[in-house]
């Protein structure tokens, strides 16, 4: 009787235990999958050929300022045995990031004391795709970042162009902004330039401007009929023109 008893006894304690057991497979299992299902917006972690494709073969040591999932970065590193480290603003992108780069930052850009993790002149390229129209003062972001910006480096931006007919029409004949989720609207937008803005940006910086390429759209989300956008670009080139690639350079001030 004693022995039923026991076994028993040890038959639901062993029960017990691999239900406990199980339910903790389950739950690490279930946030794994969590962590695997976090899906980010394909306009924010997409690699961006453009931006790629101006950045010289030459540079050994990158910054990605707006890094997000390392994409980009990535892309850099396999083609130009590369050290890149980021910038990233979204923990969750960040993490991602990590994965991929040699060093990633969480943080506010605005905020983050650059001198605590890099020292001076360090950077070949310091990249900032879609960032600075985000920040309250890009500005004094993009003056910092010449600190960290070696003597022969270049600094690549893309900046949507607010001067986009769009823009002029929606305010013209609709008396209307028209903020959007993405694209030149963006809500999350602070700042708006248009190519002459950028170039008072860059001068204010102490960079000058020696490439300037245009991606263009008739309408801001992709469509088929933006292949035509470029064809008429040449006639209305700033109306079109969806966003500015910019390269840029310390400007020369030896014997000033």
Same mark, same amino acid.
């Given at each position: 009787?004693?022995?039923?008893?026991?076994?028993?006894? !040890?038959?639901?304690?062993?029960?017990?235990?691999?239900?406990?057991?199980?339910?903790?497979?389950?739950?690490?299992?279930?946030? $794994?999958?969590?962590?695997? !299902?976090?899906?980010?917006?394909?306009?924010?972690?997409?690699?961006?050929?453009? &931006?790629?494709?101006?950045?010289?073969?030459?540079?050994? @040591?990158?910054?990605?300022?707006?890094?997000?999932?390392?994409?980009?970065?990535?892309?850099?590193?396999?083609?130009?045995?590369?050290?890149?480290?980021?910038?990233?603003?979204?923990?969750?992108? $960040?993490?991602?990031?990590?994965?991929?780069? +040699?060093?990633?930052?969480?943080?506010? /850009?605005?905020?983050?004391?650059?001198?605590? #993790?890099?020292?001076?002149?360090?950077?070949?390229?310091?990249?900032?795709?879609?960032?600075?129209? #985000?920040?309250?003062?890009?500005?004094? /972001? %993009?003056?910092? !970042?010449?600190?960290?910006?070696?003597?022969?480096?270049?600094?690549? $931006?893309?900046?949507?162009? /607010? @001067? #986009?007919?769009?823009?002029?029409?929606?305010? %013209?004949?609709?008396?209307?902004?028209?903020?959007? +989720?993405?694209?030149?609207?963006?809500?999350? #937008?602070?700042?708006?330039?248009?190519?002459?803005? &950028? @170039?008072?940006?860059?001068?204010? $910086?102490?960079?000058? &401007?020696?490439?300037?390429? @245009?991606?263009?759209?008739? &309408?801001?989300?992709?469509?088929?009929?933006?292949?035509?956008?470029?064809?008429?670009?040449?006639?209305?080139?700033?109306?079109?023109?969806?966003?500015? %690639?910019?390269?840029?350079?310390?400007?020369?001030?030896?014997?000033?």
């Amino acid at each position: 009787m004693n022995l039923q008893i026991y076994s028993k006894s !040890a038959s639901k304690c062993c029960n017990s235990n691999i239900m406990k057991t199980a339910y903790r497979h389950r739950s690490r299992k279930t946030n $794994a999958t969590k962590m695997a !299902a976090v899906k980010f917006d394909p306009s924010y972690v997409d690699v961006r050929n453009d &931006i790629l494709n101006l950045v010289p073969e030459k540079v050994r @040591r990158v910054l990605d300022v707006g890094c997000s999932t390392g994409a980009l970065g990535k892309k850099i590193k396999q083609r130009n045995t590369t050290e890149v480290m980021g910038v990233e603003f979204d923990e969750q992108m $960040a993490k991602v990031a990590r994965e991929k780069l +040699d060093r990633v930052i969480v943080g506010d /850009v605005e905020k983050v004391n650059f001198e605590e #993790h890099f020292p001076a002149e360090y950077f070949d390229c310091i990249i900032f795709a879609d960032i600075l129209e #985000h920040l309250k003062n890009p500005w004094e /972001v %993009l003056k910092n !970042a010449t600190n960290f910006l070696n003597k022969e480096g270049i600094i690549l $931006a893309s900046i949507p162009n /607010v @001067r #986009h007919y769009t823009t002029i029409t929606n305010l %013209l004949f609709k008396g209307y902004w028209p903020y959007r +989720d993405r694209g030149i609207h963006d809500k999350t #937008h602070l700042r708006f330039f248009t190519l002459k803005n &950028i @170039r008072e940006l860059f001068q204010y $910086a102490g960079l000058e &401007i020696i490439r300037t390429e @245009r991606n263009y759209r008739i &309408i801001e989300r992709p469509h088929l009929i933006n292949i035509c956008a470029k064809c008429f670009g040449f006639l209305f080139k700033d109306l079109l023109a969806f966003q500015y %690639l910019v390269v840029a350079e310390k400007k020369n001030t030896e014997g000033l």
